[in-house]
């Protein structure tokens, strides 16, 4: 089975930045495909940014320039870069990754992690 670890929310200010990752583990492991997206109180999940199995690396409007993802394919995990947060940011983070494993493919969810901007 293939498994999503995330973390590194929190309570930040206004401004303040924030890293979160999520971490696959499963057998032979592949990351094709890989977003973030983020879910604030009363409102539906919206898609924040990812990277496509061509390799490009898209955002949303509202966090294009302040969000970055990155990854680091040796350990299977990828990361999320919050600068200059704002109180909109707020809501809780949640990575989806798709790809194969040694049972086959999979498209998994993150447990979701709070992050929390306001002063």
């Known amino acids: 089975q293939v498994q999503l670890v995330e973390s590194g929310g929190g309570l930040v200010q206004p401004g303040g930045s924030l890293r979160l990752s999520c971490a696959a583990s499963?057998?032979?492991?592949?990351?094709?495909?890989m977003g973030w997206y983020r879910q604030a109180p009363g409102k539906q999940r919206e898609w924040v940014g990812g990277?496509?199995?061509?390799?490009?690396?898209n955002y949303e409007d509202s966090v294009r320039g302040r969000f970055t993802i990155s990854r680091d394919s040796a350990k299977n995990t990828v990361y999320l870069q919050m600068n200059s947060l704002k109180p909109e940011d707020t809501g809780v983070y949640y990575c989806?990754?798709?790809?194969?494993?040694?049972?086959?493919?999979?498209?998994?969810w993150g447990q979701g992690t709070q992050v929390t901007v306001s002063s």
């Open positions: 989806k990754m798709e790809g194969r494993f040694s049972g086959g493919t999979y498209t998994k």
């Open positions: 499963g057998s032979s492991l592949s990351i094709y495909t």
């Open positions: 990277f496509t199995s061509g390799g490009s690396t």
